[in-house]
T-cell receptor
């Protein structure tokens, strides 16, 4: 069964460093997402990506964040200069079409020291 | 505004008990979809069910059942004869759709602890 994959599973970084979180969505899906879950809290929308561009972003997704789909399979989230409060689980999700269910990857746990 | 409320923060039951997880939503849209996801201790988000606003029939899948009531804006989830493996955080979510964009709006989740 196709699934969304994410790497790495856990990333530890120093404050101010750049990190890139990687995702491989399900191959025939058209919509791609990043969500964030601070430990013990709810899952929050960060950004959506469709037709090779950002379709919407939340207020959390400031200039320190960027997304890319560099080729036909990968979807990345970059945080340019990490802050302590960026520590969270980051989930990638993909969706085939409007109103369909979003399938989530296993998440990347980011720890900023 | 789109909002999902899961008032139960944590529920503890003993194996084989039935348990109902509550979900109340707010939306001004006439067409919308509701979802339940399970987050086991390993951390991933597992899709359980999608329900559209025009279909109020209850759904049953094995030990799981869902009760959708538009009149009370609720989409409750019942696990019958709970098992230890059901221990997880369960999230209810509502889809927010605008032209060219949609996202999931999650509730705060209910942690279910099933003890042997």
């Amino acid at each position: 069964e196709p699934e969304v994959t994410q790497t790495p599973s856990h990333q530890v970084t120093q404050m101010g460093q750049e990190v890139i979180l990687r995702c491989v969505p399900i191959s025939n899906h058209l919509y791609f997402y990043w969500y964030r879950q601070i430990l013990g809290q709810k899952v929050e929308f960060l950004v959506s990506f469709y037709n090779n561009e950002i379709s919407e972003k939340s207020e959390i997704f400031d200039d320190q964040f960027s997304v890319e789909r560099p080729d036909g399979s990968n979807f990345t989230l970059k945080i340019r200069s990490t802050k302590l409060e960026d520590s969270a689980m980051y989930f990638c999700a993909s969706m085939a079409g409007t109103y369909n269910e979003q399938f989530f990857g296993p998440g990347t746990r980011l720890t900023v020291l | 505004a789109q909002k999902v409320t899961q008032a139960q923060t944590e529920i503890s039951v003993v194996e084989k008990e039935d348990v109902t997880l509550d979900c109340v939503y707010e939306t001004r849209d006439t067409t919308y979809y509701l979802f339940w996801y399970k987050q086991p201790p390993s951390g991933e988000l597992v899709f359980l069910i999608r329900r559209n606003s025009f279909d109020e029939q209850n759904e049953i899948s094995g030990r799981y059942s869902w009760n959708f009531q538009k009149s009370t804006s609720s989409f409750n989830f019942t696990i019958t004869a709970s098992q230890v493996v059901d221990s997880a955080v369960y999230f209810c979510a509502l889809i927010f759709v605008r032209i060219g964009f949609q996202k999931l709006v999650f509730g705060t989740g209910t942690r279910l602890l099933v003890s042997p």
